[in-house]
């Protein structure tokens, strides 16, 4: 177990829908990652957040937005979905940014139907 | 874009035996972690070798980093059913954000 949690950890939904992934850090990690996991593009980098700031942003589609709020979990929204959408969504935490690990949760599996 | 390659892409060992993998990445890096996963499941961070560092230890793994040549090895000791699982490394530029491989498919036979 890695200290980081996320939910739910199975979501199906429709085209067009919108959804919100939630992620909690590990306790006293400031920085928030998202990450996804699909059959073809493999793991990529979404976005990053540091003590509730936006710090980079990957391939992230402009139908995603992310924030982290004071207590430092983190939402995922994911809008107008597409059946290409469907991907393993992971949330990652570390201390801070910058050469420390990154410790993953379990990940929120999205279909879209 | 997937900034380091695992070679091979699959592996299929006897229980006992080692299992070397390698990683090949384009840029300069901070440093580089491994990570274990089991089947669409989560990611089990390994270790992390920082860029000035050419060589980690932890338990049954090795980690070697050669700078010089853009590449890092991840071997695993005296092999169990257990380490079934992909592995993938994962380059951070200095930025935080990991890029990651496209992984390695190591089975471990009883």
């Known amino acids: 177990d890695s200290g980081v949690t996320q939910t739910p950890k199975h979501l199906i939904t429709a085209t067009g829908q919108r959804v919100t992934l939630r992620c909690s850090p590990r306790s006293g990690d400031l920085s928030v990652y998202w990450y996804q996991q699909s059959l073809d593009q493999g793991l990529q980098f979404l976005i990053q957040?540091?003590?509730?700031?936006?710090?980079a942003k990957g391939n992230i589609l402009e139908r995603f937005s992310a924030q982290q709020f004071p207590d430092l979990h983190s939402e995922l929204n994911l809008s107008s979905l597409e059946l290409g959408d469907s991907a393993l969504y992971f949330c990652?935490?570390?201390?801070?940014?910058?050469?420390?690990?990154?410790?993953f949760g379990p990940g929120t599996r999205l279909t879209v139907l | 874009s997937q900034q380091g390659e695992e070679d091979p892409q699959a592996l299929s060992i006897q229980e006992g035996e080692n299992a070397t993998m390698n990683c090949s990445y384009k840029t300069s890096i901070n440093n580089l972690q491994w990570y274990r996963q089991n089947s669409g499941r989560g990611l089990v961070h390994l270790i992390l070798i920082r860029s000035n560092e050419r060589e980690k230890h932890s338990g049954r793994l090795r980690v070697t980093l050669d700078t010089s040549k853009k590449s890092s090895s991840l071997l695993i000791t005296a092999s169990r059913a257990a380490d079934t699982a992909s592995y993938f490394c994962?380059?951070?530029?200095?930025?935080?954000?990991?890029?990651f491989g496209e992984g390695t498919q190591l089975t471990v036979n009883p």
């Open positions: 994962a380059t951070d530029e200095g930025g935080s954000r990991l890029t």
């Open positions: 957040y540091y003590n509730g700031e936006e710090r």
């Open positions: 990652a935490s570390s201390f801070r940014p910058g050469g420390y690990e990154q410790f």
